[in-house]
């Protein structure tokens, strides 16, 4: 059974650092693992994204703040996100699948799995 478990939200000040993590619990690697947001009233988008050989996207929102990584060793997810804004308020959710990232890493029904969501509140 896949479970993918996030952790580190809270709540913050403008111009802070978080950093989230997503520990997965599966056997073998996936392809491509994802970080997407949803803020309250609004649908779910997409945040960055990673392939297992470490190639990443960002939305243009959270390009040059945030950084996606993975560790495959310890089955682990990053997102490093700096710079904080009141705009980047929401639930984040990892999500991972068996599929390349390539093309459609932003495109939700893609995943195969995701977590639970980690709350982030950044306030002026």
């Known amino acids: 059974q896949v479970q993918l478990v996030e952790s580190g939200g809270t709540s913050v000040q403008t111009g802070e650092s978080l950093r989230l993590s997503c520990r997965v619990f599966?056997?073998?690697?996936?392809?491509?693992m994802g970080w997407f947001r949803q803020a309250p009233g609004k649908e779910r988008e997409e945040v960055a994204g990673?392939?297992?050989?470490?190639?990443?996207n960002y939305a243009d929102s959270v390009k040059g703040r945030f950084t996606i990584s993975r560790d495959n060793a310890k089955n682990t997810l990053y997102l490093q996100m700096n710079s904080l804004k009141p705009e980047d308020t929401a639930m984040y959710y990892c999500?991972?699948?068996?599929?390349?990232?390539?093309?459609?890493?932003?495109?939700?029904?893609?995943?195969?799995?995701w977590g639970q969501g980690t709350q982030v509140t950044v306030s002026s």
């Open positions: 990673i392939d297992i050989g470490g190639i990443t």
């Open positions: 999500a991972a699948k068996y599929g390349v990232c390539s093309g459609s890493w932003s495109k939700e029904m893609s995943y195969n799995y």
């Open positions: 599966a056997y073998g690697d996936f392809a491509c």
